[in-house]
């Protein structure tokens, strides 16, 4: 038993003589290890931790054992760089204001839709309202018959002419046809629920039609499906 102690305090003596020698205290305190400093008759110094041999001059010190320092605390380690904020995403949407429509009523009582409220201004001659065509007098015999009308805005007919009073003689004939005006239709505005359920029905009749309608007619009704799928997006969300 007193070897086991005496080898452990061989173990640590060199530690304990370092610190002896030069003058410095120990850090921690564990327990108590006795040194010997022996002299011998040449006067050279020596420590021990066993008791000097005969004929040495033994000085006995008891010191406490050294121990190493508790660790020192590690540093924090620098606390991480706030992540980079990504600006959040603004995204604009520009929506146009939806488009009027107007249901046009034609003196004939036919009803037509147009995109203005100006309908469809057309310019026909007085005589088809109603007032007097100017007609020279015809000398030589002969006549004419007129036959012209309105329809849709249109003004056609045929004039004839009969040339065969007077022996083959066929002087000029004029018929004068006095100054115009325009007609303009009466033309008021949908609700819009009522221009979307026109729209819907117009894009429905075009694929009816599509299958039967030959190749020039398909393309004009590809491009007006395309601009009334366009107008429903715009102008048809909440209807």
Same mark, same amino acid.
Request: aromatic share 4%.
């Given at each position: 038993?007193?070897?086991?102690?005496?080898?452990?305090?061989?173990?640590?003596?060199?530690?304990?003589?370092?610190?002896?020698?030069?003058?410095?205290?120990?850090?921690?305190?564990?327990?108590?290890?006795?040194?010997?400093?022996?002299?011998?008759?040449?006067?050279?110094?020596?420590?021990?931790?066993?008791?000097?041999?005969?004929?040495?001059?033994?000085?006995?010190?008891?010191?406490?054992?050294?121990?190493?320092?508790?660790?020192?605390?590690?540093?924090?380690?620098?606390?991480?760089?706030?992540?980079?904020?990504?600006?959040?995403?603004?995204?604009?949407?520009?929506?146009?204001?939806?488009?009027?429509?107007?249901?046009?009523?034609?003196?004939?009582?036919?009803?037509?839709?147009?995109?203005?409220?100006?309908?469809?201004?057309?310019?026909?001659?007085?005589?088809?309202?109603?007032?007097?065509?100017?007609?020279?007098?015809?000398?030589?015999?002969?006549?004419?018959?007129?036959?012209?009308?309105?329809?849709?805005?249109?003004?056609?007919?045929?004039?004839?002419?009969?040339?065969?009073?007077?022996?083959?003689?066929?002087?000029?004939?004029?018929?004068?046809?006095?100054?115009?005006?325009?007609?303009?239709?009466?033309?008021?505005?949908?609700? !819009?629920? @009522?221009?979307?359920?026109?729209? *819907?029905? +117009? &894009?429905?009749?075009?694929? #009816?039609?599509? $299958?039967?309608?030959? !190749?020039? @007619?398909?393309?004009?009704?590809? *491009?007006? +499906? &395309?601009?009334?799928?366009? #107008?429903?997006? $715009?102008?048809?969300?909440?209807?």
């Amino acid at each position: 038993m007193q070897r086991a102690c005496r080898h452990r305090v061989r173990v640590v003596l060199p530690a304990v003589i370092a610190a002896a020698a030069a003058g410095m205290p120990c850090l921690a305190i564990a327990d108590d290890v006795t040194i010997y400093r022996c002299t011998d008759a040449q006067g050279r110094l020596s420590l021990r931790d066993t008791p000097c041999v005969a004929g040495e001059k033994q000085q006995v010190q008891t010191m406490q054992r050294p121990v190493d320092p508790p660790p020192r605390p590690q540093p924090a380690p620098p606390a991480p760089p706030p992540p980079a904020t990504t600006p959040p995403v603004v995204q604009t949407v520009v929506l146009q204001p939806p488009r009027p429509m107007y249901e046009c009523v034609t003196p004939d009582g036919e009803t037509y839709t147009s995109e203005t409220p100006e309908g469809n201004p057309r310019w026909v001659p007085l005589w088809t309202l109603g007032y007097p065509v100017v007609v020279p007098h015809r000398r030589h015999g002969g006549g004419f018959r007129a036959d012209v009308g309105v329809h849709d805005g249109r003004i056609d007919g045929r004039i004839t002419i009969d040339h065969s009073i007077g022996g083959g003689h066929r002087p000029p004939i004029a018929v004068g046809y006095p100054a115009g005006t325009w007609i303009r239709d009466a033309c008021h505005p949908l609700p !819009q629920q @009522e221009v979307c359920d026109r729209l *819907r029905d +117009r &894009r429905s009749e075009l694929g #009816r039609r599509y $299958n039967s309608a030959l !190749q020039s @007619e398909r393309q004009q009704i590809t *491009r007006e +499906r &395309r601009g009334i799928d366009a #107008r429903l997006a $715009n102008d048809c969300r909440n209807h």
